[in-house]
């Protein structure tokens, strides 16, 4: 709901309600509304009266008694405004208000839920971010998930949004992967026993890599050259990527930006911030090691950022990273982390506040673990290939717009069961089977139109007084808000509860009030609530990534 309108109307009435208390402090004074739990008391409330209790020396609902009579309104547009216990103010809209809104957004059209508040500002957003060393699990794609979803709303409240991939080829897990391709190569092609690196990656895809490679270039690598392993390790590296890309795609997600950590160190970048940070006294050499001067900057612990063997720490290229994130000049900074990495966070931080950048201007969404279940039991392995489930055998499962959905309908920060069984049942109580059924069910009834020709663009609105109309309405009303308030929050579950709330009210509506009918004007109204349904649970979808399809 717009409440610029009500914020305007209760503004000149206490304009009018201090006069008598010239010494009154309202600098601070916000106006705000809220959605009464109880339907009947209106559609609004305020608590207004008690926030100038203070600033007026009175009682709340005396200041209420006063303010009431104060307020100056249409009557055609707002019902009533009344006053309620110890000094809330509810306000009930008229209908025409309604029909009002739905005018309005009929107008948007395709941009229906689209603001401006971001309008001129850049966000960076980071996501997904696996190393090119294997398959990406059910943690990454939950990742993934909300990380694309976060960009797209960012995107309808309009930030000029850059979507990133930061990885590393380089380091001791590139060296890991190279290795346990090559004891596979040797294994298929020489020695069944060859040693297997301790360390090394046991996945059925290295069997897969290694035999592409001696599809591809024989037993001409199985010498342990550097320049085999060389050849070895950037063929495992563009296999893994390739397959994570691929992923990605299935899912809808297409990235604008890989950084590679790699280039930090390649272009000098770990060398300026090591240096600026000794400068600055900020770090200091200690059996060996260089060591990050935490305590200065507010923390309890010093931490070590590059080891007695000269190899850094990850808090160092993070710091570095994000160094370079905020020298592109973006708003916003945006990290999709899981809580394996919550304790890395302040350090980071930290570090990149001491390098003199604005460490506000970075925001870390950190995600909670993923289990799978199936029939109230946890499933660890794919019953497909005995391995642990890889988010690509999920989704051959369950479908791309399932597993999207399914990955982003609880909070970041609650610990997520996704229910197999629940994911391959086609009814009612599939969040996404209910979503798409509702927006398949409007478009059949425009299917099944008498004549394809029919105008309700410019339909008679105020034919819509059934209970179940206005409510449905009401619901359309609070689509750009539960976008906003899902991105400002960086909670992508409250657009998906958002919607199956718009689902319910329209099969209410569908249930009570029949759209094809004789009434040729009322039918008009109807088509037009629905035309505008349809397009709300459309653009909502979108936005989460999950396809809203004609038919089913």
């Not at 009018?16 to 010239?22: E, H, M, S």
């Not at 999920?394 to 609650?414: A, C, K, P, Q």
């Not at 009322?522 to 505008?532: E, G, P, Q, T």
Request: hydrophobic share 40%; glycine share 6%.
């Amino acid at each position: 709901m717009n409440n610029t309108l009500l914020q305007n109307i209760f503004a000149n009435a206490i304009a009018i309600l201090v006069k008598d208390t010239p010494n009154a402090d309202l600098q601070d004074l916000d106006i705000f509304f809220d959605i009464p739990k109880n339907t009947e008391h209106g559609d609004l409330a305020t608590n207004i009266c008690m926030r100038l209790a203070k600033p007026l020396a009175s009682n709340p609902r005396a200041i209420a008694e006063k303010l009431i009579p104060l307020l100056q309104y249409d009557n055609s547009i707002i019902e009533r405004i009344s006053l309620a216990g110890a000094g809330f103010i509810n306000i009930k809209f008229a209908n025409k208000y309604y029909h009002n809104i739905l005018a309005d957004i009929h107008q948007q059209g395709k941009d229906f839920g689209k603001t401006n508040g971001g309008s001129g500002k850049s966000v960076n957003v980071e996501y997904v971010s696996a190393n090119p060393t294997g398959l990406l699990h059910l943690g990454h794609g939950r990742n993934a998930a909300i990380g694309d979803t976060l960009a797209n709303l960012y995107e309808w409240t309009g930030w000029k949004v850059t979507r990133e991939y930061y990885f590393n080829n380089a380091g001791n897990q590139m060296t890991n992967l190279t290795k346990s391709i090559y004891a596979r190569m040797m294994q298929i092609c020489k020695e069944p026993e060859f040693a297997f690196p301790e360390d090394g990656y046991h996945g059925e895809y290295v069997k897969l890599i290694a035999q592409e490679l001696i599809d591809k270039y024989g037993e001409t690598l199985l010498a342990e050259t550097d320049d085999n392993m060389a050849t070895i390790k950037k063929f495992g590296e563009e296999w893994c990527f390739n397959k994570i890309k691929h992923t990605l795609k299935r899912m809808n997600i297409n990235q604008d930006t890989f950084f590679n950590e790699d280039s930090l160190y390649k272009d000098g970048k770990i060398k300026q911030v090591l240096a600026e940070l000794k400068e600055k006294g900020l770090s200091y050499e200690k059996d060996g090691a260089v060591w990050l001067a935490l305590s200065k900057m507010g923390l309890t612990d010093d931490r070590v950022i590059v080891k007695s063997s000269g190899e850094p720490t990850y808090r160092l290229p993070d710091i570095a990273y994000h160094r370079e994130k905020l020298l592109r000049n973006y708003d916003l900074v945006v990290d999709l982390f899981g809580s394996d990495h919550i304790a890395t966070v302040p350090d980071v931080l930290a570090g990149v506040k001491a390098l003199g950048l604005d460490d506000k201007k970075v925001k870390v969404v950190i995600h909670q673990f993923v289990t799978l279940t199936e029939n109230g039991e946890q499933v660890k392995m794919s019953k497909r290939t005995g391995k642990s489930y890889t988010l690509d055998e999920l989704l051959d499962d369950v479908g791309e717009d399932i597993v999207r959905f399914f990955l982003i309908m609880r909070g970041v920060n609650t610990h997520l069961e996704f229910d197999l069984s629940l994911a391959k049942e086609q009814s009612d109580k599939n969040p996404v089977f209910y979503l798409q059924y509702g927006y398949a069910r409007i478009c059949s009834i425009f299917d099944k139109l008498p004549d394809a020709n029919i105008d309700y663009s410019k339909a008679n609105l105020s034919l819509l007084t059934d209970e179940s109309e206005i409510a449905l309405i009401k619901q359309l009303s609070r689509f750009p808000e539960s976008i906003l308030t899902a991105s400002n929050k960086s909670e992508p579950h409250i657009l998906c509860e958002y919607l199956r709330e718009v689902a319910s009210a329209f099969h209410l509506f569908y249930h009570n009030c029949r759209i094809i009918i004789d009434d040729a004007e009322l039918m008009k109204a109807r088509l037009h609530l629905a035309n505008v349904t349809r397009i709300a649970l459309h653009n909502g979808l979108s936005i989460l990534g999950v396809s809203a399809p004609e038919k089913m």
